[in-house]
Nanobody, 122 residues
Framework: QVQLVESGGGLVQSGGSLRLSCAASGSSIIVGFMGWYRQTPGNERELVAT???????NYADSVKGRAAISRDNAKNTMYLQMNSLKPEDTAAYYC????????????????WGQGTQVTVSS
């Protein structure tokens, strides 16, 4: 069974930093496109940053210059380093991944993690 597990959220003061991690697990998987999204109550989930398997990345304007997305393909893990955090960065952060799994057949599905809360106090 394929799973995405996020970690690294928490409470941080304005101007502080956090590093989020997202680990994909499952047998015979190849993790492709990955991304971080965030959501606040009553609002739609929004893109924070994405990264392709080759490392090409993309950022939302709201986090450009403050965030760095990276991945370790050998560990099936993605990271999001966020610096100079602002109260408006407070949200539940979700990991997204497109994963190919080789078994008796080949499947290609998109997965979401359970979310990790980031709270930035002013």
């Amino acid at each position: 069974q394929v799973q995405l597990v996020e970690s690294g959220g928490g409470l941080v003061q304005s101007g502080g930093s956090l590093r989020l991690s997202c680990a994909a697990s499952g047998s015979s998987i190849i993790v492709g496109f990955m991304g971080w999204y965030r959501q606040t109550p009553g609002n739609e989930r929004e893109l924070v940053a994405t990264i392709a398997r080759n490392g090409n990345s993309n950022y939302a304007d709201s986090v450009k210059g403050r965030a760095a997305i990276s991945r370790d393909n050998a560990k099936n893990t993605m990271y999001l380093q966020m610096n100079s955090l602002k109260p408006e960065d407070t949200a539940a952060y979700y990991c997204y991944a497109e994963i190919v799994q080789h078994g008796t057949s080949v499947s290609n599905n998109a997965y979401w993690g359970q979310g990790t809360q980031v709270t930035v106090s002013s």
